[in-house]
């Protein structure tokens, strides 16, 4: 029950993120391509969109560490599933690819922070962002893939 709910807010967390990402990443490529100043609501949705990347992460870590039957739970258990694409994907690259998009997000929303003006601002914000967005983008598994999954989870 506890699996099957958090695998659910895990599925439709996921377009928040995605969404949030394209409407964060569009703000900060109209901020820099037209020169326009760094606001207040560019910060909450940048804010916004790392809160909801955080949470997604969480959620993930509770299903690999915890709840998934699908993650292997030691060093050995990782290598016996190399040769299995479902569980190297959900035991390794997904895990993997989403945790440098969390990290790159992160980065660049210091680097953005401390940047001076407002156009740096925009401009590491996009630069970083893109790359996160491609990992995040990259490491969902899309109905069609021999490890897809449903685009709209239902409940159990
Ligand atoms: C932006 C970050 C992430 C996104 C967008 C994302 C997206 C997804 C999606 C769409 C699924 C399939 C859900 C379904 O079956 O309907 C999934 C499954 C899964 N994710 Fe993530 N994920 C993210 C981060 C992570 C992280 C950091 C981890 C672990 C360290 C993780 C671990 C898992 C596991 C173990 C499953 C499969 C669970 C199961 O079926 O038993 N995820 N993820």
Do not use: N
């Not at 409407?23 to 100043?37: D, M, P």
């Not at 601002?121 to 967005?133: C, Q, S």
């Amino acid at each position: 029950m506890l699996y099957q709910g958090v695998l659910f807010l895990h599925s439709w967390l996921r377009w928040g993120v995605v969404i949030l990402g394209l409407i964060t990443f569009a703000r900060a490529v109209r901020g820099w391509a037209g020169g326009l100043e760094w606001t207040r609501t560019d910060q909450r949705v940048r804010l916004l969109f790392i809160t909801l990347l955080d949470s997604q992460v969480l959620l993930g870590l509770s299903l690999y560490f915890v709840l998934s039957p699908l993650t292997p739970r030691s060093l050995e258990g990782l290598r016996s599933v190399m040769s299995i694409s479902v569980l190297r994907f959900f035991g390794l690259e997904h895990a993997t690819t989403m945790l440098m998009a969390l990290v790159i997000a992160h980065v660049a929303s210091v680097a953005s922070r401390k940047a001076r003006d407002s156009t740096a601002k925009h401009r590491r914000w996009v630069v970083g962002l893109l790359i996160a967005l491609l990992c995040i983008v990259a490491g969902i598994p899309w109905p069609g893939l021999p490890y897809g999954r449903p685009l709209l989870r239902t409940f159990g």
